[in-house]
């Protein structure tokens, strides 16, 4: 039981960051319905940009924790906002009227173009960071085994529960949420009633790649290693969890997120890490076979 239950925060904790990449997915497929393979290495982008504001804070001093990690979060924000916007009009906007294959193409070749970036900026090897945020809490104890939660645990998971909801809000509350849904139901007549379709997509892609890179902060401070490679790995799990929840649906991709999440962490503690991936892609084709929308998505219904 307390090895479950260890595995279940585990699970939780990589399930809450597939979670939070998965919605930037599911939030550009829902508007334009196109993937943005590019997605996982803005998430990357995110990771490198808060292991150099936090080496950088260090360097002159900064030792507050909670003031630092405010101000790696939203230096990693800005920077990555501001890649996703650039992935936006470069690689869909001049795009969107085309063969629908066309964009796909180009956003792999973004994630190529932007792996290689990283990689000759940063240099292949793995960059680590000593552990910012220690402690936690034991929750119980048995037969010399200790369940133990971390305080970056508790972090991640109340900050990705917190920020679900602050997006779900802003999805079914505000002004920008009502531009989003009515792009993602008919462009042409969202257009038509004023909206500025445009700014509309941009938005979605720079609030999409905020979120990318909380995910990759709390990445780092988890795992404290980094590289130009994570972001494809991230990225296919996390559109997986987006596929596996109902793409196009937020709560589903925090679902599946946390689905993949403890997929693969049950998978690694009680059979053998190596086949983890293939666990969870597994789980993925069985849901599909049977739910082809996905857990919580919705069947599209074709306009005539």
Known sequence: MEYFLQQLINGLTLGSIYGLIAIGYTMVYGIIGMINFA???????????ALIVFVALISIGVTFIPLALLLVLLAAMF?????????????????RTSFRLAPLITAIGMS??????????QGARVKPLQPVITGGYTIMESNGFAVNLSNIQIIIIGLTFALMVIFSLLI????LGRAQRACEQDRKMAALV????????????VMGAALAAVAGTMFLMLYGVIDFYIGFVAGVKAFTAAVLGGIGSLPGAMLGGLLIGLIEVFW???????YKDVAAFSILAIVLIFLPSGILGRPEVEKV
Not at 112 to 119: E, H, S
Not at 194 to 205: E, P, Q, W
């Open 39 to 49: 997605h996982g290495d803005i998430f990357m982008i995110g990771s490198f940009v």
């Open 79 to 95: 920077f990555t906002s501001a890649y996703g916007w650039a992935v936006e009009r470069v690689a869909y906007r001049p795009l």
């Open 112 to 121: 190529i173009v932007l792996q290689n970036y990283v990689q000759v900026v």
């Open 172 to 175: 079914s509350r505000t002004s």
């Open 194 to 205: 004023g909206i500025n379709v445009d700014r509309t997509i941009s938005l979605t892609f």
């Open 268 to 274: 690694s503690g009680y059979f053998t890490i190596e």
